[in-house]
């Protein structure tokens, strides 16, 4: 349906206000990503807020796909911090994503968190009426639970399912990877490369979403990491851990704003069977450190009905 490899936005967003003095830079590498065969962008209204979803139209118009999100509450253009998926804010954010994206189409519109105010019955209702009117072609869903998916799949057919997936995050695997393969959705894996563990970041970060970044944990899972480099030949270890989501038939979104990197990330090809457990096998022996998320982002993830 897509590259295999997608293009993730939100590392750009510091650099796409009207005012930044990188702005054009990042257009530039935006359509230099389309020329290396990115065909897939991913994005948000929350991204700026706005800001990205204006840039990411300037750079591309109609050309190749876009998947923006929407479902966090937005004031007087600033983030309040608390999910709002009501039907009147979902269409009014769908028209203000078609008219920055400059779109006559949303190529995939996905709520980012699920919102338990607001019943995914009634969710998926509306992206359908928008779906129905021609504004958005595919419904997707972030960080659900399988209840909640299949809920919504009732009322409107989720396509596309997204969530944090390497390597190193492997929950989704029990349950959610082969409900999205029943329902013939494409899996997305945002955070391929672990927020940089798998991409070789220096410096711990304990302001992180996620505890396997504080320094804490950090020491362990830089070793780790090195360990199932070791472990592959010939590979270098974001290759390795992008190479194994593929391997999966798993789309991975892979954010860069260097031109050079993105071009490296789609020339990745899919592990053979022999290294996946080479890399399977480390991990079994020695497990990642730390909680994938903090206490406070962990409560936006979807638990199922309330």
């Given amino acids: 349906m897509v590259s295999m490899i997608a293009l993730g936005c939100t590392s750009m967003t510091p650099h796409s206000y009207p005012d930044s003095p990188r702005r054009a830079e990042m257009v530039d590498v935006l359509r230099g990503a389309v020329e290396a065969g990115v065909e897939l962008f991913d994005t948000s209204e929350i991204q700026g807020p706005f800001t990205g979803e204006e840039m990411l139209g300037d750079a591309l118009g109609n050309r190749a ?55 995914i019955e009634e969710v998926a209702g509306t992206v359908k009426e928008l779906i129905d009117a021609g504004d958005v072609a595919a419904f997707g869903l972030c960080e659900a639970s399988p209840e909640t998916i299949r809920r919504a799949n009732k009322v409107c057919p989720v396509t596309y399912l997204e969530y944090e997936y390497s390597i190193f995050s492997r929950d989704v695997e029990e349950e959610i990877i082969p409900l999205a393969r029943e329902l013939g959705a494409e899996f997305m894996a945002y955070s391929p490369l672990a927020k940089g563990l798998l991409a070789g970041r220096g410096e711990p970060d304990d302001d992180s979403s ?72 480390v991990l079994s022996r020695k497990p990642v450190q730390g909680a994938r998320l903090t206490q406070q982002h962990e409560g936006f993830v979807d638990k199922g009905r309330r």
């Fill in 210 to 281: 996620s505890p396997r970044l504080h320094s804490a944990n950090f020491a362990a899972n830089k070793q780790l990491a090195q360990e199932v480099a070791a472990a592959v030949s010939d590979r270098n270890v974001s290759e390795i851990a992008l190479g194994w989501l593929l391997a999966k038939d798993v789309v991975p979104i892979a954010g860069s704003t260097n031109p050079a990197r993105i071009k490296e990330n789609l020339a990745v090809t899919a592990l053979s069977a022999q290294e996946c457990e080479a890399v399977d096998e």
């Fill in 65 to 119: 796909r876009v998947l923006t999100k929407f479902g966090w509450e937005i004031k007087e253009g600033k983030p309040t911090g608390a999910l709002n998926s009501r039907p009147e804010v979902i269409r009014a954010s769908a028209h203000g994503s078609l008219r920055r994206l400059k779109r006559e189409r949303l190529d995939v519109y996905m709520q980012h968190r699920v919102d338990q105010d607001v019943p």
